[in-house]
T-cell receptor, first 117, second 111 residues
């Protein structure tokens, strides 16, 4: 199994450009999410999905769009990149926990390092 | 809303025991998780507490007290490879399975 695969690993954009960060998982996980990580800020949730066709906003959704047309893929779109979006982006997936006592750990990809100039 | 507070840095020597605390303010959550991240790589799952008390996994243990809004990760017999960032996280009830993370604690282990 490849697990969670993110592409590209590195990307440099100019302000105003658009791009899509790709995320794919081969574990048949229902739940997928995107986080951004900035120095001293930890991992902040951008968007998440509990299944194909269902998405919801996280803590910092502005400037990002997502869609979930298949179980495997969860792309993150930046419509008009801004320097404030310079960050490391992590995609993560898990089974959807069915009960409060059941742990469903997140599996993370290796991240995409994005710089917006 | 939810907020989790952790110390930003902790230092220790090989062989020692270190405790990383996590205090939280949240209206309700399913459980407290801990993740480890080396050098900006992919975070990996360490431990989960659904109920109050201690969970032990090898050299690592995690504790949760809902009445005190407090948890901790205990690392024993520290090794150099334990130098990493450690994040506590909660799964709020209202957000389904979306994990919310603390800002992380950087642990530096020296010889």
């Amino acid at each position: 199994n490849a697990g969670v695969t993110q592409t590209p690993k590195f990307q440099v954009l100019k302000t105003g450009q658009s791009m899509t960060l790709q995320c794919a998982q081969d574990m048949n996980h229902e739940y997928m999410s995107w986080y951004r990580q900035d120095p001293g800020m930890g991992l902040r949730l951008i968007h998440y999905s509990v299944g194909a066709g269902i998405t919801d906003q996280g803590e910092v959704p502005n400037g990002y769009n997502v869609s979930r047309s298949t179980t495997e893929d969860f792309p993150l779109r930046l419509l008009s990149a801004a320097p404030s979006q310079t960050s490391v982006y992590f995609c993560a997936s898990s089974y959807r926990a069915r009960a409060s006592s059941y742990n469903s750990p997140l599996h993370f990809g290796n991240g995409t390092r994005l710089t917006v100039t | 809303g939810q907020s989790l507070e952790q110390p930003s840095e902790v230092t220790a020597v090989e062989g020692a025991i270190v405790q990383i605390n996590c205090t939280y303010q949240t209206s309700g959550f399913y459980g407290l998780s801990w993740y480890q991240q080396h050098d900006g790589g992919a975070p990996t799952f360490l431990s989960y507490n659904a109920l109050d008390g201690l969970e032990e996994t090898g050299r690592f243990s995690s504790f949760l007290s809902r009445s005190d809004s407090y948890g901790y990760l205990l690392l024993q017999e520290l090794q150099m490879k334990d130098s990493a960032s450690y994040f506590c996280a909660v799964r709020p009830r209202q957000a389904g399975t979306a994990l919310i993370f603390g800002k992380g604690t950087t642990l530096s282990v020296s010889s």
